[in-house]
């Protein structure tokens, strides 16, 4: 059973991007800290600010792909580099869902109380042979993003030479996490060591990789709560060291826990600099834009009918996502820190300032998937098996494209 969504964008032919409301948005919060904010930081701010100065369309250019050679010749383009995942829409795929939306059971993380007794406690039906959640599957309409399974995310590590992933952040970076290594099941993975053993038919070698994740404590739960410290937590600071010279994959990321934008640029440059500080090159960094939640998610009844499940569809297209400026969440703020930090990040790859941090643009496709969150209880993070695989999905695309550019010996240019 397949099932079409609308197309993503708005009628603007803009691929879905609200530049326009980010703007407004902007200008909003400019008149809102002008007065309270003392002249410097307000000069501070604007310059910052001052990394919009690309083109709303800088990440729909090309990427070009040269030798290791500076001086050389372009080996080829590659137009999906940052593109993958900005421009679709939602079909519904019950064969997908059979094939590739459930986890093995039991899973690495299992699934807590609440969980068990909400989405995951689905009984299969004529119109529902697998939770409604996982039968969605997206459709990007400029670049393909590749379905993760565990034979073809080993070729893809083992071509990368990968022997460490790591993941940092907050609690939907834990979601991330969680979705990779219940991805990857129990056969495969170790947690009580968190090592991947990647064995490939035909090969007889033990590869494995070390899979990490600790929670930083930037940032603050609600406006008027502590602010925490962002810096390298003593796990994350140890998991590197071991690494030595093996090559990584780092996934980062902030912005839930962020109620203002000095508070969220200041912990970006702290990131940065605690990248840098690594010294560490040969690593693949990404990081990952956030999704905000949906207020009133639905179900909103405590007894819902679970057993049944929801027949719940994603969004159409960002014309049906509302939200009120000056959220009590602040996911008002979020797609303004994306944006912020896409052009941050593609302006220093631009200056060919090291390490080289990969964008991983899920706020598109995620921001649609209202259907499928932890209600009544939760509007932010959502039901596993769902949405949140797709961001590994994402994740496997770029690593899949960046194995075949070291194959070819070839680097990107931004």
């Known amino acids: ?44 701010f604007l310059r910052k600010l001052d990394r919009y100065e690309y083109a709303d369309t800088s990440w729909n250019e090309v990427a070009h792909l040269y030798p290791s050679d500076k001086d050389a010749q372009v080996c080829h383009t590659d137009p999906c580099l940052w593109n993958a995942g900005i421009n679709g829409s939602w079909v519904q795929d019950f064969d997908f869902a059979r094939n590739h939306g459930q986890y093995v059971t039991p899973w690495v993380v299992p699934d807590g109380p609440y969980g068990k007794r909400t989405g995951n406690a689905h009984v299969a039906s004529e119109d529902a042979p697998f939770p409604w959640r996982t039968s969605w599957k997206w459709m990007d309409h400029q670049c393909s993003v590749d379905v993760m399974t565990y034979d073809n995310i080993c070729h893809a590590l083992r071509k990368l030479e990968i022997r460490h992933i790591l993941f940092f952040g907050d609690s939907l970076t834990e979601s991330h996490y969680t979705s990779f290594v219940n991805k990857m099941g129990l056969t495969n993975f170790d947690k009580a060591r968190g090592v991947l053993s990647c064995q490939m038919q035909g090969v007889t070698d033990q590869y494995t990789i070390r899979i990490f994740y600790e929670r930083d404590q930037g940032g603050n739960d609600f406006p008027t709560s502590h602010r925490g410290v ?90 049906e996502y509302h939200i009120k400026s000056g959220h009590r969440h602040d996911w008002d703020k979020f797609e303004g820190y994306n944006n912020y930090t896409k052009h941050l990040l593609l302006k220093r790859n631009r200056m060919g300032l090291q390490p080289v941090i990969n964008y991983l643009d899920i706020y598109n496709m995620t921001v649609l998937r209202s259907d499928a969150h932890t209600a009544p209880a939760d509007c932010l993070h959502f039901q596993s098996p769902g949405p949140v695989d797709w961001w590994n999905h994402l994740l496997y695309t770029y690593l899949k494209m960046m194995a075949d550019h070291d194959e070819a010996d070839c680097r990107i240019d931004y």
């Not at 079409?4 to 809102?32: K, M, T």
């Not at 826990?257 to 990131?271: C, G, I, L, V």
């Open 1 to 44: 059973m397949v099932t079409q969504i609308e197309d993503l964008g708005d009628g603007d032919g803009d691929g879905g991007h609200r530049l326009g409301g980010f703007a407004r948005r902007s200008q909003s919060l400019l008149r809102r800290i002008a007065i309270p904010v003392g002249c410097c930081v307000i000069l501070q």
């Open 230 to 319: 962002y810096r390298m937590e003593n796990g994350t600071k140890t998991f590197i060291q071991e690494a030595n010279t093996d090559r990584m994959i780092g996934v980062f990321n902030i912005g839930a826990h962020y109620h203002n934008w000095t508070h969220y640029m200041e912990d970006m440059d702290a990131m940065i600099r605690m990248l840098e500080g690594t010294n560490r090159t040969q690593d693949l960094l990404f990081f990952r834009s956030t999704s905000p939640g949906h207020d009133n998610c639905l179900p909103r009844n405590r007894d819902f009918d679970w057993k049944k499940g929801t027949r719940i569809s994603p969004l159409r297209n960002f014309a």
